[in-house]
Structures are given as C-alpha cells and as structure tokens.
C-alpha cells in the first residue's frame, strides 16, 4: 500500500473542486482538511489506510456533485465528532456554526443502527427525514459517505457486508433516487447487489463482458447514425449511448422471468440539446428514423417526477430489430437528472445552503413526517416505501392541477391529498367523467373529482385496505382515533381476541395479574383498552400486538422454567458421587476433561438430546440422538451416554437447510429475516436446481436449540419456502 501524502491528497481533491467547482474557496478548505488529518491521526481503516482517507474520499464524491464550501468542509470533518476528542464548539469557532450543524447532523445520522430493534429503525429513519428537511446537504454528505463505504466493504466482514448492503438497498439507494441523484443512486444500487446476490451479480457481468464488444458495436453505430441526421436537421446536440446498470437488468430478469441473453434493450441512448423546443423536435426525428414501440412513451417534461426529473422517454426498434430507449432531454434537465437536488449547488453560481423555492421542492419530506407520527413499525415501513421510494402516477383535478401519487393509488388516496376534510367526507369519485368505484387504480392523465356529502358518516375500516398512500392511510387512522374510541375498542378487542386464538393464546395467559403488569410495560401503555383502541383504530395490527405479548409470556414463563431446572440440576449435582468437569459444555458419562469434538453430520446445540460415539483416537464424538448415524451404526457398544452442562456461555454451529420455489429476491429476503433476530450467519449459499426449486444452505453460531427453531420459525414465513431441515435426521 502507498504511503499516504496529505499533499497529494488534497492536491486530488483540488482537481476535483477546480473541474466541478472553480468558484471554491481552496484555502479555507485546506484548513478542514488539515484539521481532518490531525484530528484522525493515529486511526485506521479496517484495510490498514489512515481513517483520514475515508473522509477525503466522501469530499471527492461530495466535490463531483459540486457542493459548496460548506459541504466540503462538512464531509472532511464529518467523523471528527463521533471518532475524535473534538467538540462541536470547537468546530463553530474554527469554521462557523453552519459547517458545525452540518457535522452535527451528519454524526447523528451516523450513529443509526439499522439491525436493532424496530422501534429504533422507525425512530432513526424519521431522525434522518428531519435532518433531510432543516438541510438538505446532511443527507447528501451521508450519501457521499455511504458510497465510499460500500466501494471499500471487501475489507468488511462478511456479516456486516450483508447488513450494510441490505440497508444500502432498502434506504440509501430510494433516498438518492427520490432526491434525484441517479449516478449516486445505480453505483449504490450496483454495490449492494454485489454482497447480497453475488451469483446473480457475477451471472449478468460475465455475459455483459461476453456481449460488450457487440453492444459497444450496436452504440456506436446509433450515436453516428442519430448525429447525423440531428446535423442535418440543423439541431445542435449531444448523443450518448450506455448499457443499463447492472441492477436495472437484475429486477428486468425477475420481473419478467427474462434470461440476460433475453433481454434485448440492454443499451440506452440520450440526445442532450439546448433548448425545450428541440426536445420535441428530436422526439419527432427519432420516432420517423425508428419504429416506437406502443405504451412504451413517457413525458416527463410536462409532468415532472417528484424528484424533479424531466426528460422525454421513447423505445424504439432499431433497424437490426434491436429494441432500445432514447431519452430527451435540455442540458439543465440533465444536471438535475445526475445530480438532482445537488444540481442547484452545480450549476447555479454563487447558490449557497436553501434557496427559493427549496421549502416547496422538500415539502413531501415534511408531509411523510407528518403522516408517520402515530403509525405502527409495520405501517411506518409500509407508508415510507410507498411514498418515497415506489413509482409514481400524475392526475389531475378539475382545474388542471397536477397530483402526484403513488402507483396504484385509488380515488382515496387522491381525496385525502387535495385535504382531510374532503377525504372524510367522500361518497364516491368520477374519473374522466364517469362514476368509479372508490377501489379503481389511478392512471396516468386521469381527471379526478371527488363527490362529498357533508351528511357523510366518514371513512370505512375498509378503506385502509384499499388506500395506498400513507398520507390517506394516516389522516384515516386519525379520523377514528379521535371519533370513535368506544367502537375501537370493541372492534380492536374482536381482533385481538381472534389472533390470540390463532397464536395458542387466551385471554386468560394476558390478564394474568403476574403477567399483565410485565405486558403493559412491553407496549408501552396504562391499560389493555389502549391496545385495544389502537388496533381498532388502525395504529397497531392485532399479528404485532399479541406478537410481543406472546413473547413476553414465553420470556416470562422460560425464566420460571430456568430457575426450577437449575435448581433440580442442583440437586442432581449434589447427588453426583463424583464431580465430572465440562468439555465444551458437555458432560460425558464416567470420562473426566476427555477430547471432545461436535459431529458435522448433525451439528448437535444446547437444548438438543446428544449421545456420545467413542473414536478411534480421537476421543469422544457428539451426536444427536435422532441423527441418521446413531440410528444406522451397528457397533452399540461403542455409544455412551453424555449430557449438557447446567450453565453453557459458548456458542454452537448449526446448519439448516432450505427448500423453496424459485424466485427473485429469495435470497434478500431470508436474509432481512436473518438480521432482524441477530442471527450470528458464518455463511450462507444459494443455488437453482433449475426445476422451479431453489435450495438455501444457511450456517449459523447459536446458543441453545431454542434459539434455531426460532430462526427456523421464522424462516419458514418467508414466500415460496417449502421445508426447513437440520441436517443428520
């Protein structure tokens, strides 16, 4: 590895800031940067690079979005709270109290730990929507250095790869897109792809690399070919051809069961011009050069996307049969397409913090908090990926105004976002003139008008299974919450009561007075009509609630069980002529501190039945009893009794194994069980027998049985999965 030259460095991120922005102060962000440097001197990353390095690569990738100083400054020094003796006074008298706060906020976002419990991720993802609305550039600078993190996380374990690639793709990524920043958006998008289905990533880049001379063939041809005849239209512009990346062609094979050597449209072309007019103008040439494929044609000009992108798309078919995209688009609606909300900072000279017009354009991050404050964790998850990262469809009132809702969205949804109070009292919808049912997808172009009585009784239950946005889904949860308490608790209790049922619970085990004291604390309120009110209401599901209830009468009751088995193991031990001493947690019949070793063919844990095989010199070799080989070996008198320990602290390897269909996202999403119970993984392998079954090999470290048949539980809720089995039965 070089050696590290701080002059080197910063003459790099000086390129950098000169190329995308000359206006920058170089001094004063020199004086960050040898504040940064003394600040972390000492510190290493985990490939043996000074920590420093970390911080100037997120300032690069800041400086290619053309951030200003602040911003700069803000990610050289954006560790130097959390990992340094550094006080953010300290930082305000050095460098002003707005490169301070946006530190400040940065290390808050730091400090987000997606794998704890879902209380805290639904509180750190609002945290992060409030540093997004006070200052945009904090959730910018976390961008630039989750980048960075996932460009360097080969030198991760393989653990914390899984889990930093997961909340990469289910958090990062959606927020870079629905900030507009697309490039940010596919390298992350790409990285963590890599971790979480690295057969699949490697599958499409070794055909890409097999097809890639042909396709840069195929480009090259269409961009001479197009800018030809835009020359001979007289039509000054910029033509550009480039292969989608590689998580886009990921999804398409998913989606649509599509091989690579399938899917055909792999190359996309954009034709960059200068003025609005010729948008149109070009759209009109290429669709006479090329036939366009029907429904395939979208304007997002007219009708931005919420993060401000606009461009004409278009998908044609080229001469060589070949389909491919085109998108249109002004030079300024290019920037905001590769940089999105960092555009501003860009191409805008002398544009500094929030501008004009910035309250507005991050408005939907404050209406997103608004609407979350009194949802259920599984609601907030719900809601936050409907309304910030899913697609998105453009209506209209009858005056012509633009509503932008989530795809799928229904009349309910439209209603609740012109205001409550036409939401509330909605009986019915007309869609281009004609009456609807209240349940009908929007479609794009769609002219919605509401029809409201004001003797409305207000919204149905049902409607909250039929609205899609969380805006609707909140104000309607609101309604009942504040209008209807006595019919909540009944209509909560009906379903608590039925799910409890459904659990192998009664009422009885809840109101427990031992109990019940134990279970109020766990969800946080002063009576059950609470709980009750709130399901009936719509803020909590009967499945969540009596799911932690559940858990804390099974804690409850294996704490009793733990205390009477120790003492009758007390009592045994007592009883015990001889004291024998534990191996490896196991205790062995009539041997003392003999060689002890755990059978792969079964991998016996704490909490299974174990009996013990006397090898040929190699001591004595740990079964479970209902392994194949115990049942199978003929030579009985070579088998002995053992027994676990009474207290056990080491951890046990496991395997289990998965059958399921086959399907995309399986292995993301046995994953995403796997880290919300903490499970420690050692490895995990995937493959397609390429009969429609896929099977999953999974090895684990856990401490007792009891806690993998709770993984194994838990597994077997994830879609398509048809048998979990250990191994050696």
Not at 161 to 181: C, D, F, N, W
Not at 274 to 284: K, S, T
Not at 447 to 453: F, G, H, K, N, Q
Request: glycine share 6%.
């Amino acid at each position: 590895m070089a050696e590290f030259s701080p002059d080197k460095a910063f003459d790099e991120l000086s390129a950098v800031l000169e190329e995308n922005s000359p206006n920058a102060d170089l001094a004063r962000i020199r004086q960050a940067f040898d504040f940064a440097v003394v600040a972390h001197d000492g510190q290493k990353r985990k490939d043996g690079s000074p920590y420093v390095t970390h911080a100037i690569a997120a300032a690069m990738i800041a400086g290619e979005m053309g951030l200003d100083d602040e911003s700069i400054m803000a990610a050289l020094l954006h560790d130097v709270l959390e990992d340094t003796t550094t006080t953010h006074e300290e930082l305000e008298a050095r460098f002003g109290p707005e490169v301070a706060d946006i530190v400040e906020g940065v290390t808050k976002l730091t400090r987000v730990q997606y794998s704890t419990l879902e209380e805290a991720q639904m509180e750190n993802l609002r945290k992060m929507l409030l540093a997004m609305a006070k200052d945009i550039r904090v959730i910018l600078i976390k961008l630039a250095d989750r980048l960075h993190n996932m460009r360097t996380m080969e030198f991760q374990s393989p653990e914390k790869q899984l889990s930093k690639s997961r909340e990469t793709m289910e958090i990062y990524a959606p927020i870079a897109h629905r900030l507009g920043v697309e490039k940010m958006k596919d390298e992350l998008e790409d990285l963590s792809l890599l971790y979480l289905d690295p057969v699949g990533y490697r599958e499409i880049t070794s055909i890409l690399d097999k097809r890639r001379e042909v396709m840069e063939r195929f480009q090259k041809s269409m961009e001479e070919r197009i800018g030809e005849r835009m020359e001979q239209e007289h039509i000054q512009c910029k033509v550009y051809g480039r292969l989608k990346h590689i998580y886009s062609i990921y999804r398409k094979m998913y989606a649509q069961h599509l091989g690579v050597e399938e899917i055909f449209d792999l190359c996309a072309f954009r034709v960059i011009v200068n003025d609005l007019a010729d948008c149109y103008n070009v759209l009109g040439i290429i669709h006479e050069m090329f036939r366009p494929v029907p429904g395939r044609f979208k304007d997002y000009i007219s009708t931005p996307k919420p993060n401000n992108y606009q461009s004409l798309h278009t998908t044609v078919i080229g001469s060589e049969g070949i389909p491919f995209e085109v998108q249109i688009r002004t030079w300024q609606m290019h920037f905001t397409a590769e940089y999105g909300v960092a555009a501003h900072w860009k191409y805008k000279s002398g544009s500094l913090g929030h501008k004009d017009g910035d309250e507005e354009k991050f408005a939907w991050i404050r209406r997103l908090l608004e609407t979350q404050q009194d949802s259920d964790v599984q609601d907030f998850y719900h809601d936050l990926k409907v309304d910030l990262f899913d697609d998105e469809v453009f209506v209209f009132t009858p005056n012509g105004d633009v509503k932008s809702l989530p795809a799928g969205a229904t009349p309910i949804d439209f209603a609740y976002a012109i205001h409550s109070a036409v939401g509330n009292s909605m009986t019915g919808a007309k869609v281009n003139g004609r009456i609807v049912p209240i349940a009908y997808p929007l479609q794009n172009g769609d002219i919605v008008s509401i029809i409201t009585s004001h003797s409305s009784a207000g919204p149905s239950r049902d409607w909250l299974n039929i609205a899609k946005s969380g805006e609707a889904r909140s104000k309607i949860k609101q309604w009942f919450k504040k209008e209807r308490r006595e019919e909540n608790i009944q209509q909560g209790r009906e379903m608590f009561e039925a799910e409890a049922r459904r659990a192998g619970l009664s009422m009885a085990d809840v109101t427990d007075p031992e109990m019940l004291p134990h279970i109020l604390k766990r969800l946080a309120v002063t009576e059950l009509d609470d709980v009750f009110a709130s399901i009936g209401y719509g803020g909590m599901t009967a499945v969540h609630a009596v799911g932690r209830i559940r858990d804390e009468i099974v804690r409850n009751r294996t704490a009793v069980r733990k205390t009477e088995i120790e003492k009758m193991q007390e009592r045994a031990d007592r009883r015990q002529q001889k004291e024998l001493k534990a191996v490896q947690g196991v205790l062995v019949e009539g041997l003392d501190n003999c060689l002890i070793k755990f059978s792969r063919c079964c991998t016996p844990v704490p909490g299974d039945p174990i009996v013990g095989f006397i090898t040929r010199g190699l001591g004595v070799s740990i079964h479970r009893r209902d392994c194949i080989n115990y049942r199978r070996d003929e030579d009985k008198g070579r088998w002995i009794s053992v027994s676990w320990a009474a207290r056990i602290t080491d951890s046990y390897a496991a395997d289990i194994y998965i059958t399921s269909d086959e399907r995309g996202g399986l292995v993301m999403d046995i994953a995403t069980v796997l880290n919300s119970l903490n499970a420690k993984v050692r490895g995990l392998t995937a493959r397609d027998t390429g009969k429609g079954i896929s099977t999953v090999v999974i090895s684990l470290e856990v401490n007792h049985a009891s806690e993998l048949q709770t993984i194994i539980n838990k597994l077997q809720a994830v879609r398509g999965v048809r048998e979990i089995n250990r191994g050696g039965i």
